[in-house]
């Protein structure tokens, strides 16, 4: 990224903080939008403790110091939402910790889907966008808005298109390179991932993988803050096809294309998508019914015969979710599942590799 910079002093680069975040509204302001979703086992903490709690997430405490040893001084300006008390914080850590850098927040609506949600969203989309487009010297022009939005909804078209594949033949497609696969976007403009995507695609058209015996499985409750590589590896050699997921929240096809008509007002049409077709996600407001609907409705189309929770250590958004799942899983009493606590500086996983095959075990001789 240093390079490419250099490559053209006038480049601007926006980081964002998971779970969402609109890129196509960064892309389309003028800048590169740079997904960072912690240090994982890369980075040690130094200095971050110093700054906030040593007992929230690992994932804020890991991004933040990777700004604090000066990994992330190539950033413009970074990118934060409402998401939960800790993202909240960190943007107010981070304007003082690097005023060098445009701290941007953007408020997200957490009440139901209506009319004056869109209203409010608009509103606060174009803030955004004028922002980033300044900070961009791009003007405040929605062409390449248009032109973003058309990007995003291929990418979202070409993931649907490997989930589809990953769901019907998971030997050929694991769960590890899929994840990658979204994650890889997070370091990419959208035009790039959608190359990449159709590249993976053209091959797995060539794929001579043979199945194995295995359960199907959903994984669920990963909110900001990701499982090692080493455990989604682990879920699978112990057993399992996970055949439904939410990992990588934000760079995934959640819901429908962005409509927007010929001529339309982009901003209208990325808070309209954002505010009525971008799915169910512990980030909003949603009764717990239409909760427990989104489970079984993951559950039936997967086919899947279990659930795994992957729950991050001090992560009280994601434990929301989890309450209402386990109570509605417990109620039909039909579908085992089980919990598993990580966190993205795990490095030792032998006591979970043991639960895993005990899961699956107890489903395959039942």
């Not at 927040?105 to 004056?116: A, K, N, Q, S």
């Not at 606060?124 to 010297?137: L, M, Q």
Request: one cysteine or more; aromatic letters at 10%.
């Amino acid at each position: 990224m240093r390079q490419w910079k250099e490559e053209d002093p006038q480049r601007r680069v926006v980081g964002y903080f998971p779970v969402f975040a609109p890129r196509e509204l960064i892309e389309g302001a003028g800048a590169f939008p740079l997904g960072l979703h912690g240090g994982g086992q890369q980075v040690e903490l130094m200095f971050a403790d110093s700054r906030m709690q040593s007992f929230v997430c690992s994932i804020s405490r890991t991004t933040l110091e990777l700004g604090l040893i000066g990994n992330l001084d190539l950033l413009d300006a970074m990118f934060f939402t409402n998401i939960c008390d800790v993202a909240r914080n960190l943007s107010g850590v981070w304007c003082r910790n690097f005023p060098q850098q445009q701290t941007i927040f953007l408020h997200l609506p957490m009440h139901p889907p209506g009319e004056t949600t869109l209203r409010y969203l608009v509103k606060e989309f174009g803030r955004a966008h004028r922002t980033i487009a300044t900070i961009a010297g791009n003007g405040h022009g929605t062409e390449p808005l248009h032109v973003a939005i058309a990007a995003g909804n291929r990418n979202r078209l070409l993931q649907a298109q490997l989930e589809q594949t990953h769901r019907s033949e998971p030997w050929n497609l694991s769960l590890p390179a899929l994840y990658l696969l979204r994650r890889m976007g997070s370091q990419m403009t959208l035009a790039q991932h959608n190359q990449l995507l159709a590249d993976a695609l053209g091959r797995l058209q060539h794929s001579t993988v043979r199945p194995r015996d295995g359960i199907r499985v959903i994984v669920e409750g990963a909110f900001c803050e990701q499982p090692p590589l080493e455990l989604l590896e682990l879920l699978e050699e112990s057993g399992c096809y996970v055949v439904g997921d939410d990992l990588a929240r934000g760079l995934r096809p959640e819901s429908a294309p962005i409509e927007l008509a010929q001529g339309g007002d982009p901003l209208e049409a990325l808070a309209r998508w954002y505010t009525f077709a971008s799915g169910t996600q512990s980030v909003r407001h949603a009764p717990p019914q239409q909760r427990e609907d989104y489970l079984f409705g993951q559950i039936e189309a997967a086919s899947a015969q279990g659930v795994i929770f992957l729950n991050a250590k001090f992560c009280e958004p994601a434990l929301y979710d989890y309450v209402v799942f386990k109570n509605a899983l417990e109620r039909q009493g039909k579908i085992p599942f089980m919990t598993l606590e990580f966190e993205e500086k795990q490095s030792t996983f032998e006591n979970l590799r043991m639960q895993v095959e005990t899961f699956v075990e107890s489903i395959l001789f039942t």
